[in-house]
């Protein structure tokens, strides 16, 4: 319990969201967020990248990103404009966010496993893994390759969760899902990565779209409930609803 005294959050930019995560990120875990395309992953990863930046008062931690880009899909113009519509200034926000694009999964792994120089240096509070299991996905194909993905797999997350835990920062992964043909009721959709990813990310969100909302479900977490919550996205990044932000003001 002394030990998790030490754990800060890091607001996402919806408050929705926050309250979902019972504050915000935690540092010294892993918050996994998957859904389908367009369901809004990135969107929160490049909200994040901005939020973190914040004083730890305005429910940032004053810190700097690494963002680990495996699918090519970071936008630099995009955090320009989140930032400009949340009030900061763009350019101190770029300086602090480091980018290293990852073109295959032993690339990825090398990166994580230099990530400690990096986050001491530059005073890192978030590392960004968009997406997590992409590559693996694309270079083990077939069921013969199964169980030496799911090693190497196993072996990214726990290097990811140990620097996480070392460093008492948060890490955010994004993934991917696949379709479960075979499940009768409900949303025919699981993450991919299989049990590695899911005993060993801490947080699990399921994000879905619903209409021009989307909505954010913990499917797993060892002390918040199974519930749900929605968000937008827009020029602010990921933001609450408008009907429900104008009913606070
Ligand atoms: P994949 O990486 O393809 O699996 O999807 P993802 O979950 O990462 O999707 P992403 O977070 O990139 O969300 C894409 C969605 O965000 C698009 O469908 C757009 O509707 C929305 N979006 C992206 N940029 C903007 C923007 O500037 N304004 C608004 N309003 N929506 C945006
Ligand atoms: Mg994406």
Known sequence: LTRRRNITRISTGSKNIDDLLGGGIETWAITEFYGEF?????????????????????GGLDGGVVYIDTEGTFRPERIMEIAQNRGFNPEDILSRIMVARAYNSAHQE????????MIEKHKVKLVIVDSAVAHYRAEFL????LAER??????FMHNLLRTAEIYNIAVVMTNQVQSAPDSFFGDPTRATGGHVVAH??????????AGKNRIA???D?????ERDAVFMLNERGINDPAEETSKRK
């Open 217 to 219: 479900r913990m499917i």
């Open 38 to 58: 367009g369901a809004g992953k990135t969107q929160i990863c490049h909200t994040l990248c901005c939020t973190v930046q914040q004083s730890i008062p305005d």
């Open 110 to 117: 090398l990166i994580v496993k230099d990530l400690g120089k």
């Open 142 to 145: 077939g069921r013969g390759t």
């Open 200 to 209: 060993t990310s801490t947080y699990r969100i399921y994000l879905r779209k």
């Open 150 to 155: 799911q090693q190497r797999l196993n072996r």
């Open 221 to 225: 977490s060892p002390y918040h409930p």
